[in-house]
């Protein structure tokens, strides 16, 4: 519900402070954006957490949101890949193929992260230090 969704946006936002008065109109409306989807509200509150705290910053993100999240004429499978191409457009050019690397593992496979780590050495995304 929305409340619920509130409540998971601005732990993720604020980690347990209150939300200053002026943003919270606005972040309950970006938190109802993701119909509930904790992917989505944990997605978004990520992108939030880099912003600046106003709400100018704030409005801009929200105008965004229809591009990037779940509207009633989209099925949720059609809603996450938006989501996550959100999040993968945000992240820097160097990680994007680290993140498209992941996959060619199957969907649920347990992932050594010392295993990730040497795959993406020598495929050169990263350099040993």
Do not use: Q
Not at 16 to 30: A, M, V, W
Not at 69 to 85: F, N, P, Q, R, Y
Not at 99 to 105: A, E, K, S, T, V
């Amino acid at each position: 519900n929305e409340e619920e969704s509130w409540k998971l946006f601005s732990l993720e936002v604020f980690c347990g402070e209150k939300c200053p008065l002026e943003l919270e109109p606005i972040g309950r409306s970006i938190a109802k954006s993701c119909k509930g989807l904790p992917l989505a509200i944990k997605t978004i509150a990520g992108f939030v957490l880099k912003r600046e705290r106003s709400e100018d910053a704030w409005k801009e993100i929200m105008n965004l949101l229809p591009y990037w999240c779940v509207t009633e004429d989209k099925e949720s499978s059609e809603a996450m890949k938006g989501i996550l191409k959100f999040s993968y457009d945000d992240l820097p050019n160097k990680l994007k193929p680290c993140f498209l690397y992941l996959g060619i593992f199957p969907a649920d496979d347990e992932i050594r992260v010392r295993d990730l780590i040497h795959l993406w050495m020598a495929e050169g995304f990263i350099r040993s230090t």
